[in-house]
């Protein structure tokens, strides 16, 4: 990891310390290994040789090179070295909800767990965090030292009070204008219609779209009691009720959301998967990289 900065403040930096460690164990200990990339493949014109590193399909040694160094070499082809992750991230105030930890906590996570993946495959990867609107939007690069300098956006980016998912997705679809993979980490919660639209603006560039929508297992069984007061994260305001009467129609609603959700993804060939904060990173990525087979 790069040097600490002067400029950051102690808990900061301890913060993005561990949060690069979290996603370095997960990856180096579960993921890479275990998986080929889930996002290239190898196309038939060949580029360079890159150095084997664990996890690497061992079909793509080139023997001949291993017989006069004695070292391991991967015939790397033109897909390969062209591969860029796009990864756009949610910080908005509904994302600090959080039962057990707050989703946002959980995003970061996941996203620095998949940027250090993609490093470690040496592709390119970049990262767009927003909340109201684009905060910030970190070109590709396939240094390792990125990852650190990810952490620290994600650590300093302060909440905002409300979120316009849609118009945002279209701002980044503007923005992206090579073709990879779009990796959307949010809990969607916005106009339907608007979200779908985003997501549509991204695809009409040919991108390689997913969608992680991170959700808290009380949003999805509300298991209240009593009477409650409820605080609009988003300036939705103060509403004190007993859950017990509105339990049914809650759930009807979010779940109707969320199907309607991962249906337009669907129609969309975008790849949806829902994930909550209560399962370990490590293991929502390997459901995803065996789906991504």
Same mark, same amino acid.
């Given at each position: 990891m790069a040097e600490r900065s002067r400029y950051i403040e102690p808990e900061v930096y301890n913060r993005v310390r561990n949060l690069v460690l979290r996603a370095r164990s997960i !990856?180096?200990?579960?993921i890479v290994g275990q998986h080929r990339s889930p996002y290239h493949g190898f196309s038939v014109e060949f580029r360079q040789h890159r150095e084997?590193?664990?996890?690497d399909d061992l079909r793509y040694i080139d023997w001949k090179v291993f017989g006069r160094t004695d070292r391991y070499f991967l015939k790397q082809y033109e897909q390969e070295t062209n591969f860029i992750g796009h990864i756009l991230v949610d910080l908005s105030e509904s994302m600090r909800y959080g039962s057990q930890q707050p989703k946002a906590e959980y995003a970061k996570l996941l996203a620095a767990t998949l940027t250090y993946l993609i490093l470690t495959q040496r592709d390119s990867v970049a990262v767009g965090v927003f909340? +109201?609107?684009v905060v910030d939007y970190i070109p590709p690069s396939a240094s390792p030292a990125h990852l650190h300098h990810i952490c620290h956006v994600f650590e300093t980016t302060?909440?905002?009070?409300?979120? +316009? !998912?849609?118009?945002?997705?279209?701002?980044f679809a503007s923005r992206i204008r090579r073709r990879g993979v779009v990796l959307v980490i949010s809990d969607f919660f916005d106009d339907l219609d608007k979200v779908l639209n985003g997501l549509q603006y991204l695809k009409f560039n040919r991108h390689d779209l997913i969608a992680f929508q991170i959700l808290d297992e009380f949003e999805q069984t509300f298991p209240f009691r009593g009477l409650i007061r409820f605080d609009g994260m988003e300036n939705e305001g103060i509403f004190r009720t007993q859950p017990e009467r509105i339990r049914r129609s809650y759930l009807e609603m979010f779940g109707r959301f969320c199907q309607d959700l991962k249906v337009g993804c669907q129609h969309m060939n975008v790849d949806y998967q829902q994930v909550l904060t209560t399962r370990p990173v490590d293991a929502a990525l390997h459901e995803f990289l065996a789906r991504r087979q």
């Open positions: !990856v180096e200990g579960t084997y590193a664990p996890g909340t +109201d609107r302060p909440p905002a009070e409300k979120t +316009d !998912v849609g118009a945002i997705l279209s701002e």
